[in-house]
């Protein structure tokens, strides 16, 4: 299928790795243990469709990059060169582009992160999540402390400046305590950019059938917005600024990637359970390994007026900033007041919502309970 002239602003392009050494307990990623034999065929297919997508979406430019998993730190160096290699053959890749690629501590070997160096990754994102040992093993998380620690020394070796450490809070049996340790512990290592999500408990994962057994006990809400406050606080000092919800960065840090997504930039998903967003369309490839390996369709659907006001409004949330009524008015033709009319007030009347120098964003309050907010948009 042809798609429409793409806009003159570079897209972002995503690649999706699904392997992991082990399944996480909270994990309910299209991603698998024990397929290291698919590895190699899997590349392929991904190369293929890079390929295919780039023809048949002319070749849009790019300036953002992002290797996601999964764990793509599992493949080869010369596998992740293959995928790096086709993207820059299939895509006018800008000079300055972000390209990211996620790690898990204890699978980055000096020669991986060198070789992603030297074939143009300058962004690297390791899952920590926690300092303490519980919790990593609580999680099914195979690496310690330690194993980051060496894991950032490798990369700052290779010339990597710029590193994330994700961190979870708002896990069964963790306290706030454990989360200004694990922030401190973290600080210690330098990183430019800190991502910190509340546990989310997915049906159908190991940790969602413990705690339904009574197994495991979430903290209480306010045990958790404590942990959430705690860690603003402690990234502050350090001097990391909060853009996102979830997302912490030194000035500059920020990652380009992400905010594309949350500003509705187009972008093109390749590898199982990746997707698409280009001419207005959302395009979702198959989400298993083996329907993706045997070459099944990918489905696309056109995403009508009324649903891209919603996005924009929905993901331009997720940002400090918020939403601007004039980049809005420009994308839709119309302000947020006029697209959202009296859905506005309740959220603004309780304090969820407000007006700040031109942009509607969420008040302090309002990112604690941002799905709420949703509710009375939709």
């Known amino acids: 299928m042809i798609m429409p002239e793409p806009s003159q602003s570079p897209i972002g392009l995503y690649v999706h790795v699904p392997f992991c050494v082990s399944k996480c307990a909270y994990c309910d990623f299209a991603s698998y243990a024990g397929r290291e034999a698919d590895v190699a065929g899997y590349v392929e297919a991904v190369v293929r469709e890079i390929t295919r997508r780039s023809e048949e979406t002319r070749h849009p430019r790019a300036d953002t990059i992002f290797l996601g998993g999964g764990t793509p730190s599992l493949l080869s160096e010369l596998q992740v060169a293959r995928i790096l290699e086709a993207l820059f053959e299939a895509f006018a890749i800008e000079e300055e582009a972000e390209i990211t690629c996620e790690c898990n501590p204890g699978t980055l070997s000096k020669r991986l992160a060198e070789t992603m160096r030297k074939a143009g990754v300058n962004r690297l994102s390791l899952g920590a999540q926690a300092r303490q040992e519980r919790l990593l093993r ?164 056109p995403i009508s007026k009324e649903e891209a006001r919603f996005e924009s409004l929905m993901l331009g949330l997720r940002m400090t900033r918020g939403v601007k009524d004039e980049d809005f008015t420009r994308m839709h033709g119309m302000s947020i007041r006029k697209a959202f009319g009296e859905k506005l007030d309740q959220p603004i009347r309780d304090g969820l919502l407000e007006w700040h120098e031109g942009a509607l964003r969420l008040t302090r309050l309002g990112m604690d309970l941002q799905n709420s907010v949703l509710v009375d948009l939709m």
């Open 138 to 301: 609580l999680l099914g998380r195979i690496h310690d402390w330690e194993q980051v620690v060496d894991s950032v020394e490798i990369a700052r070796r290779a010339g990597f400046e710029n590193i994330n450490l994700d961190l979870m809070f708002g896990l069964p049996t963790q306290t706030a305590a454990d989360l200004r340790e694990t922030v401190e512990a973290a600080m210690e290592l330098r990183p430019t950019h800190v991502s910190c999500y509340g546990l989310i408990v997915e049906e159908g994962t190991p940790m969602h059938r413990d705690i339904t057994a009574g197994k495991l006990a979430l903290p209480e809400e306010e045990v958790e917005r404590e942990m959430y406050e705690t860690a603003r606080q402690t990234l502050a000092e350090h001097g990391l600024h909060q853009y996102e919800i979830s997302n912490f960065a030194r000035e500059g840090r920020q990652c380009r990637h992400n905010i594309g997504c949350w500003t509705r930039v187009p972008y093109l998903g390749f590898g199982c359970a990746a997707h698409s967003f280009f001419g207005e369309c959302r395009t979702m490839n198959p989400t298993t390994l083996d329907a993706y390996l045997a070459g099944e369709e990918p489905k696309t659907e």
